[in-house]
């Protein structure tokens, strides 16, 4: 009997030794490889619960970002500064709002002049959020209703400045400088100068169109927590119906302006003609009566002259003796030098000294 319960130990024991198998070929698991794998799993998933607890709880807030730290929908702190802080796991929630400086493209206008003028307004606005806590309040975090709530205000601005403006101003105030044309002096004739006006064009610094619509736009910041740092035009246009009459009276007033400087220099050269003409007349006066006054003075001298060679006895015979030779020079010409004279020639009177 003993010998039998000892063979049958030893049958059990050689039993649990060898390897059980399932039906498909995999090795069947004991009792301790089962308590083993439980545990494993167990930890595993006490690791991955702290993981998520542990990164849940962290906020990474960037440099162009603002954190709200919500608790069941209440903001309970803001976070301005970049680095890492943390919450309360599954109980706070954190919202995301831009620190940055955004652009927001408006949609092109129409918008009215003072003049009942229709334009086309193309523009941008450069904002960013100042009090995230005041734009989480108003906007609902949203960057999407900002730009609703932007476009609205800057329409109206834009409107209320261009509405008081005539069309002309418009398009002067786009850059914020103006060219004017100065007349630098009157025209005037004094003696025998001609002054002429002089004009030059001198380009003045005006308020923009950017500073009027800006000037428009007023509490935005106190009401929304957003700041609008830049609205600018980028595009100013008339509708397509409005070009071919704003161009034609464009034209009409440049043939205008064209016809008003020929006018004008017209003028001017006749006044320089008349000018000219009454410098040649004084001057041609001017020499015609010192060539009076020199010819008066020869025809003087020349009496004079006469006067000293006839009233001496001795220089009037000798006057009269050249006078007489130079009658016979100027009579003889030609080959023939022979003079024939008569006793009662004047000329010959004088050769003989009978005159």
């Not at 064009?201 to 910041?221: A, K, R």
């Not at 071919?244 to 050269?269: C, D, F, H, L």
């Amino acid at each position: 009997m003993a010998d039998f319960n000892q063979g049958m130990n030893q049958n059990h024991n050689t039993t649990e030794d060898f390897e059980r198998f399932n039906s498909d070929g995999t090795k069947k698991k004991g009792k301790g490889d089962k308590k083993g794998t439980g545990l494993g799993m167990a930890l595993v998933l006490i690791v991955v619960l702290a993981v998520a607890l542990f990164g849940n709880s962290m906020v990474v807030t960037r440099q162009n970002q603002f954190k709200l730290i919500r608790q069941f929908g209440r903001v309970q702190r803001v976070v301005t500064q970049s680095g890492l802080s943390f919450k309360i796991p599954f109980v706070e929630s954190v919202d995301t709002i831009p620190k940055q400086l955004l652009l927001y493209d408006l949609p092109a206008s129409d918008v009215i002049t003072s003049d009942k003028k229709t334009m086309i307004l193309d523009s941008y606005v450069l904002w960013h959020v100042t009090d995230p806590l005041k734009f989480a309040q108003t906007l609902s975090c949203s960057v999407s209703n900002a730009e609703s709530r932007i476009d609205a205000i800057v329409y109206n601005a834009t409107k209320n400045t261009i509405s008081n403006m005539k069309q002309d101003e418009v398009i002067r105030s786009r850059d914020g400088k103006m060219t004017i044309t100065v007349d630098e002096s009157g025209t005037e004739a004094t003696g025998n100068d001609l002054v002429l006006s002089e004009e030059k064009e001198e380009v003045i610094e005006i308020t923009s169109l950017t500073e009027e619509i800006m000037g428009q736009i007023n509490h935005v910041e106190e009401q929304y927590g957003i700041e609008i740092v830049v609205v600018d035009v980028k595009k100013l246009d008339l509708p397509d119906d409005n070009k071919q009459a704003v161009y034609g009276r464009m034209i009409s007033e440049r043939e205008n302006i064209a016809a008003q400087y020929t006018a004008e220099g017209k003028s001017e050269a006749k006044m320089i003609e008349n000018t000219t003409d009454k410098e040649v007349s004084i001057m041609l006066s001017d020499a015609q009566a010192k060539a009076e006054a020199v010819v008066a003075e020869g025809e003087a001298e020349y009496m004079r002259i006469l006067s000293d060679a006839y009233g001496d006895p001795e220089k009037m015979d000798f006057y009269s003796f050249v006078r007489a030779l130079d009658a016979v020079k100027g009579s003889i010409t030609g080959d023939n030098k022979t003079v024939i004279l008569s006793d009662d020639s004047p000329v010959a009177q004088i050769f003989n000294g009978q005159y």
